[in-house]
């Protein structure tokens, strides 16, 4: 009875956040809303699998069923990586779960002549996939030297934490689950219901993660600073009052207010003589105060303002080409355009388009 019990409870969580996935997100399928799909279907299908076969009653199986679910959330792709290599494991996950749930049903128990059996086997194939697919994105992180000293680096190194923690709590339960087969009785059966009730909570703060794009190792309103850090708006939010150089703060509204109004920045010419001259200012006091409370140079800080004009045109025009946006945008050439708006993005134009065509269906 407690067993059937878990079973729709578990089932119930899976489909719960489906279709909350489908309802939230109904205008828009990308590759991480793919991965997300994968994760709660090979959890239900597993479980189906389960039912149709005389394990219905074993925890240990369910909670191999969920651990399948969880681990293609663990390979969610981060905000700097792509889908395709995050798809590509999922898939080998998915095809080898399956084939390792099927030949179990049909070899006879003790077969294999070892106390463990599928279990073990089944958590040494999730345990090298997870080991292949984070070898893999370390070794492309690395392969290149400029992600290191983007903006949002600091963000992208949060998600990586996040990821490593999770993957530790899934690893220590993995284990934990295993030492549950070698405890007899009620003591087992209890230290094997508690895992999977883990995992159900692991499966949900992922499934969430992924979703919303946050971390949940840091509070939300922390999480909210460093983005709006990355962003650049230090202006009241992150210096502190009783420190505060007002006449700096002042000039910097000024500066905020002409380029939101006068758009200087669509100019390709646009240097800082140009902006202090408007603003009446020294140049060099100038500089350090967009430095200061926007936490980029003045390059940067230009290019990010271009950057978002051409998101607003990419937003009113989606057929607009990329060139044309870089143009109308302020830039000199595609190249510096395309650098640009991964560096404030996390994705070139051409990605971002991508990912926001779901505006198109909602037009």
Not at 21 to 42: P, Q, T, V, W
Not at 137 to 160: K, P, T, Y
Not at 183 to 195: H, Q, R, T
Request: aromatic fraction near 12%.
């Amino acid at each position: 009875m407690l067993s059937i019990v878990i079973t729709v409870l578990l089932v119930g969580e899976l489909l719960l956040f489906m279709v909350y996935d489908f309802i939230k997100n109904r205008a828009r399928r990308s590759g991480h809303f793919l991965i997300r799909l994968l994760a709660g279907g090979l959890g239900i299908g597993l479980i189906i699998l389960e039912v149709l076969s005389d394990d219905a009653t074993q925890t240990r199986y369910l909670t191999l069923d969920i651990m399948a679910a969880v681990e293609l959330l663990l390979l969610y792709p981060c905000s700097f990586e792509k889908t395709g290599l995050s798809l590509l494991v999922g898939v080998l996950l998915l095809v080898a779960v399956i084939i390792s749930v099927v030949f179990s049903l049909v070899l006879s128990p003790g077969s294999l002549s070892f106390r463990f059996e599928r279990v073990f086997f089944s958590y040494l194939i999730l345990l090298l996939l997870l080991s292949g697919y984070y070898a893999a994105s370390i070794s492309r992180r690395f392969s290149g030297i400029r992600m290191f000293f983007r903006n949002a680096a600091v963000w992208h190194n949060l998600e990586d934490y996040s990821r490593f923690i999770y993957s530790l709590v899934f690893l220590g339960l993995g284990v934990y689950s295993l030492c549950s087969l070698l405890l007899p009785g009620d003591a087992g059966e209890v230290m094997s219901i508690s895992s999977l009730l883990s995992y159900m909570v692991l499966y949900a703060i992922l499934y969430m993660r992924d979703m919303t794009g946050r971390t949940f190792v840091l509070n939300q309103d922390t999480e909210r600073k460093i983005k709006e850090i990355i962003k650049g708006n230090l202006r009241t939010s992150f210096v502190d009052k009783a420190e505060e150089d007002k006449k700096m703060n002042n000039l910097y509204n000024r500066v905020m207010l002409f380029m939101n109004e006068k758009k200087p920045f669509l100019d390709p010419s646009f240097h800082m003589e140009d902006l202090a001259e408007e603003l009446y200012s020294n140049k060099l006091y100038l500089s350090r105060t967009i430095n200061i409370l926007s936490g980029r140079n003045f390059r940067q800080f230009v290019n990010y303002h271009r950057v978002q004009y051409a998101i607003s045109l990419f937003k009113k025009d989606p057929r607009l080409k990329v060139g044309e946006a870089a143009s109308m945008s302020g830039f000199h050439s595609t190249v510096s355009f395309n650098m640009a708006f991964k560096v404030n993005t996390g994705r070139t134009p051409s990605e971002w388009l991508q990912e926001h065509s779901y505006e198109r269906v909602t037009r």
